[in-house]
């Protein structure tokens, strides 16, 4: 039974940063990091899969966003920079099997609770 738990979130101002924790109770091979903000899908930021021997970021998001890896603690990392409003919203950690590696969130069946970021202007 995998349970993922997200930390981190926080408020911040436009051109801060942040560091988003998830700590998992089994590693799946493909982990990845959602936001949603009410009244809209979740949209993926970030996935990494077999360990970090893959990153994927949407174009949107590549140059502010880095997700990693701690194999040894199990947690998974999402690292943000230059954040900007729109940024706000909940971010989750999800998990799939590497097979199942994408942006669509119904592929993912594992998630975590949710961590809030709000960044002000």
């Known amino acids: 039974h995998v349970q993922l738990v997200e930390s981190g979130g926080g408020s911040v101002q436009a051109g801060g940063s942040l560091t988003l924790r998830c700590t998992y109770t089994?590693?799946?091979?493909?982990m990845a990091w959602f936001r949603q903000t009410p009244g809209k899908e979740r949209e993926g930021v970030a996935r990494?899969?077999?360990?970090?021997?893959?990153?994927t970021y949407p174009d949107s998001q590549k140059g502010r966003i880095a997700i990693s890896q701690d194999t040894a603690e199990n947690i998974l990392y999402l690292g943000m920079i230059n954040l900007k409003p729109d940024d706000s919203a909940m971010y989750y950690c999800?998990?799939?099997?590497?097979?199942?590696?994408?942006?669509?969130?119904?592929?993912?069946?594992?998630w975590g609770q949710g961590t809030q970021v709000t960044v002000s202007s």
């Open positions: 999800a998990a799939a099997p590497s097979w199942e590696c994408s942006w669509r969130a119904s592929e993912y069946k594992i």
């Open positions: 089994k590693r799946l091979g493909c």
């Open positions: 990494i899969v077999s360990a970090g021997a893959l990153t």
